[in-house]
């Protein structure tokens, strides 16, 4: 079913709202604009939704079932502009398929999942830009590697990805503050990590719809921004 024009005007009117306000974020911090990429986070809607979230300006989608990922794209004329992004957990029997669809992967949480991504990128002959995904809250609940596990994964990557940076998310249940304090610690690793490796690792992906404020203070460079861009869009009760 196509997109009603109502609906459809009013996901531009969001998704240029949210653009103006990760603008305005980032310079009330004493940042660009550039230096923050909004992903689109899309796992709520439908592939022709989708479509018109990108019409309306948005060309990084971010999915977080690798199956949800790779059926849109194989449904639907995407922009070759676009530019898909894994976002949630990744079996390791699914990574062949995902691949195809070279997306940015945020969720390397294991160092299984690492060797299995880059080993499937050298059969595919591709460079795959992988995040680390840190556990930096603690929680037992959560998926990530340890903080302090991180440098010895960094030391020697295998060839067929490109660790670009790091991934996080605040705890379960936290405030704003808690949230802010998390992101800087995950900012603050990058840096760390950084220093005491011969790596650059330009990129934190942190901040959703209800803190990316706080994690663009702390230095996210990409925020997932998904229920924002929806509101009046879907019916979600």
Known sequence: ?????????????????????????????????????TIGVSKYVDAETTLALVQAGCHDLGESRPQSLWKKAESLAFDTEIRWHLIGHLQRNKVRRLLHHRPVIHSIDSQRLLLAVAEESAS??????????VNISGD???TGFRPQALAEVLISPPEGIRVIGLMAMAGWGTDRDDARRQFEKTRELRDQLQQQGDCLLPELSMGMSGDFREAIAAGATMVRIGSRLFEGVIDRS
């Open 1 to 37: 079913m196509m997109i009603d024009p109502d609906r459809r005007e009013r996901l531009k009117q969001n998704w240029e709202r949210v653009e103006d306000e990760v603008l305005r974020a980032a310079e009330g911090c004493g940042r660009s604009g550039s230096s923050v990429k």
């Open 124 to 133: 595919q002959d591709l460079q795959t830009s992988v995040l680390l995904e």
């Open 140 to 142: 037992e609940a959560k």
